[in-house]
């Protein structure tokens, strides 16, 4: 298999020169936490910029120096195995897809699993319980969202588990939520105080009234956990095969998700990153 056949062809992309904005502003408007730079009016690819970056340079507006120059890249016609060890050996989530130079696609977790594993008869009938990282991460439903981002960043996290009093599992948050909360937070006081439409108002995602004041600490909302997390989780247990995993983490587009056991006790989280090394072996076993 090649990159060609499990890669996305309509990529949105940034240009540069460009700001921090127009980054958010993208990822907001389709829901994605990482997009390829170009130059202004070309497809040329000079790099890649995802949330962790935003996050990492939390005082920096400019794109060039938010975006990481020079990524990695993969051309239509690279072996798929060949992209598996990257994203694996790098940890990274997407690969920009070039030829002569220019962007022309997109390859990601979602796209190679859904291509490798979702309909494997051996690898995808598998159930996913060698998979599961047992060690977790979790808050109280009650913490002060300001003080689970902390934890999560001194964890090295990018999601918690949120617990009741009792031990239940209540809820998730990652990290993608704390930077939309901030957003929100943006946007809500714009909203009150200007019109909108008066070009002399300086605002953007370092403004210190909404976000942090040292580098990685956001300023969020004064709320507890259980008012902004997600509810409604999607869980497996440890008998889910690889196949419905796959398949439900991509129909939901999320990345994780919480394993219970057969009784319903929390054991562990699943990551689609987690499977990679599954897919490159169904790949060698070709």
Do not use: H
């Amino acid at each position: 298999m090649m990159v060609k056949d499990c890669m996305q062809s309509d990529v949105v992309y940034v240009s540069v020169p460009g700001t921090r904005e127009d980054v958010l502003q993208l990822m907001a408007e389709k829901q994605i936490n990482g997009v390829p730079v170009v130059k202004k009016g070309t497809k040329s690819l000079v790099g890649m910029v995802t949330r962790t970056d935003l996050l990492r340079k939390a005082d920096e507006n400019q794109l060039a120096m938010l975006m990481v120059r020079n990524p990695e890249t993969v051309t239509p016609r690279t072996d798929i195995r060949t992209a598996l060890k990257i994203m694996i050996e790098k940890k990274y989530r997407r690969l920009p897809v070039v030829e002569k130079d220019e962007l022309v696609g997109l390859v990601s977790i979602p796209d190679i699993l859904g291509s490798t594993l979702e309909n494997d008869e051996k690898y995808g009938s598998m159930d996913i319980s060698k998979f599961v990282t047992r060690t977790l991460t979790a808050v109280w439903e009650k913490t002060p969202i300001s003080l689970s981002y902390m934890i999560m960043e001194m964890a090295g996290k990018n999601s918690l588990v949120v617990l009741s009093e009792g031990g239940g599992v209540t809820g998730v948050i990652t990290v993608s939520d704390f930077i939309r909360l901030s957003e929100v937070t943006v946007e809500d006081n714009i909203s009150q105080t200007f019109s909108g439409t008066d070009s002399a108002v300086d605002w953007g995602w370092t403004s210190k009234d909404f976000l942090v004041v040292t580098k990685k600490l956001l300023r969020l909302p004064s709320k507890a956990v259980e008012e902004v997390m997600t509810k409604n989780i999607i869980n497996f247990t440890e008998i889910t095969t690889v196949s419905e995993c796959v398949r439900t983490l991509r129909n939901e587009e999320i990345d994780q998700a919480p394993v219970l056991s057969v009784t319903g006790s929390l054991v562990g989280m699943i990551e689609d990153q987690d499977l990679l090394p599954l897919a490159l072996e169904s790949q060698n076993g070709d």
